[in-house]
T-cell receptor, first 114, second 110 residues
């Protein structure tokens, strides 16, 4: 078994601030993901990384940057926090890209912008 | 792009009853359909997946997939209070990202 750790659990920022969320996995999975979950809107893909040196934009990438520092870690940066960005950010990993394998999720980072 | 819709939005069932959840998708080429369970304050957890037309049973869970009608359903037999959660349907078209529905909130009353 393995685990996905997300830090911080809660993140409070000011409008216009640059904020960074971190994710670590010990599954030794190739692929990692960042999703945003808003109430009533399901999960939307922000960025994903198929392998250690890869970075791909999802449908919701505008306003975000991502970094795959090493195989086990994947960071997401909110480049300029906006008042309407109060959501839960979920990190996930899977053994390979393609959707045939299970995605394992972390507990999430809850973002509040004042 | 693939669209995934779930119904009902919420469901209240008595303990011991059957919970039935529905999911429709827009592309018959979708290769696999997943159901995830999410408890409050936690990340989603994969419950069951189905690739072939027909049904699949695992414990108290049964999934039915009908590709012709672009419909998949999840049935939870003998629902327990611990089954109270949000259930997310996710569809994959092979080589692409999972597309998630907005979820069904299930509340099981003791």
């Amino acid at each position: 078994g393995g685990i996905i750790t997300q830090t911080p659990k809660f993140l409070i920022g000011q409008e216009g601030q640059k904020l960074t969320l971190k994710c670590q996995q010990n599954f030794n999975h190739d692929t990692m993901y960042w999703y945003r979950q808003d109430s009533g809107k399901g999960l939307r893909l922000i960025y994903y990384s198929i392998t250690e040196n890869d970075l791909q934009k999802g449908d919701l990438s505008e306003g975000y940057d991502a970094s795959r520092e090493k195989k086990s870690s994947f960071s997401l940066t909110v480049t300029s926090a906006q008042k309407n960005e109060m959501a839960v950010f979920l990190c996930a990993s899977s053994i390979h890209w393609g959707g045939a394998g299970t995605q394992y999720f972390g507990p999430g980072t809850r973002l509040l912008v004042l | 792009q693939e669209k995934v819709q779930q119904s009902p939005e919420s469901l209240i069932v008595p303990e011991g009853a059957m919970s039935s959840l529905n999911c429709t998708f827009s592309n018959s080429a979708s290769q696999s359909i997943w159901w995830y369970q999410q408890h409050p304050g936690k990340g989603p957890e994969a419950l069951i997946s189905i690739f072939s037309n027909g049904n699949k049973k695992e414990g108290r869970l049964t999934v039915y997939l009908n590709r012709a009608s672009l419909h998949v359903s999840l049935h939870i037999r003998d629902s327990q209070p611990s089954d109270s959660a949000v259930y997310l349907c996710a569809v994959n078209q092979g080589g692409r990202a999972l597309i998630f529905g907005t979820g069904t909130t299930v509340s099981v009353s003791p």
